[in-house]
């Protein structure tokens, strides 16, 4: 698996399929075994602190999925992370971050065959883009957090962003039990 997933990370290092890639310094990757991970986290695209770093969910909304694991009752070591897009999405001349938008078809089949290499039994979404790539454009995260979707090749369980509870204050209570949940579902699964 891991000879697959370096070939993965070769192609995506030469992708040129976006403009993105103009920016591009290295693809973000998870340094966990994935061989050992059962459960795929994915998230959005890296923002600045991820391009620095090198590893998916290193800056404000990694340390807050961090919390949200431990309440999880999960280390990141027990799980691999990695998003729909791979490079990071700007706006304001590189200023901030943004949403992505036309990068999401073209750089979700990376995605695709990532989650084809490690195979995993359960997906969790992390906000709009994952849940969306995955299900279909139809899926909002307001109303699927939290609920199972049982998908041919795994189970995906919707998630909100952890970055929305940095923006909505109110939410944090709603996902922090969500979390939880997550983690006995995972228990009866045998994660
Ligand atoms: N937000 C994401 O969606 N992914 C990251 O890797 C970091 C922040």
Redo the contacts with the bound molecule.
């Keep these: 698996m891991l000879k697959e997933l370096d070939e993965l990370y070769r192609n995506i290092s030469c992708c040129r399929k976006c403009p993105l890639a103009l920016e591009r310094i290295n693809p973000?990757r998870d340094g966990g075994d994935p061989g050992k991970a059962t459960v795929v986290f994915v998230?959005?695209?890296?923002?600045a602190n991820?391009i620095k770093h090198g590893i998916?969910?290193a800056?404000e909304?990694?340390k807050k999925l961090n919390h949200y694991l431990a309440e999880a009752g999960l280390a990141r070591s027990d799980i691999y992370i990695t998003?729909v897009v791979r490079c990071r999405p700007t706006a304001n001349s590189g200023r901030r971050n943004r949403t992505p938008g036309r990068e999401i078809p073209l750089c979700g089949e990376w995605l695709n065959r990532e989650l084809e290499i490690i195979s995993p039994g359960t997906v969790v979404t992390?906000?709009n883009v994952a849940l969306r790539w995955l299900c279909g454009k139809k899926y909002g995260i307001g109303d699927w957090h939290g609920r199972l979707i049982i998908a041919p090749s795994f189970s995906i369980y919707p998630m909100y962003?952890p970055?929305a509870a940095i923006y909505r204050r109110d939410l944090e209570d709603l996902i922090l039990s969500e979390f939880r949940e997550l983690g006995r579902y995972l228990g009866r699964v045998g994660l």
């Design positions: 973000v998230g959005e695209a890296p923002g991820e998916p969910f800056g909304a990694g998003n992390l906000g962003h970055a």
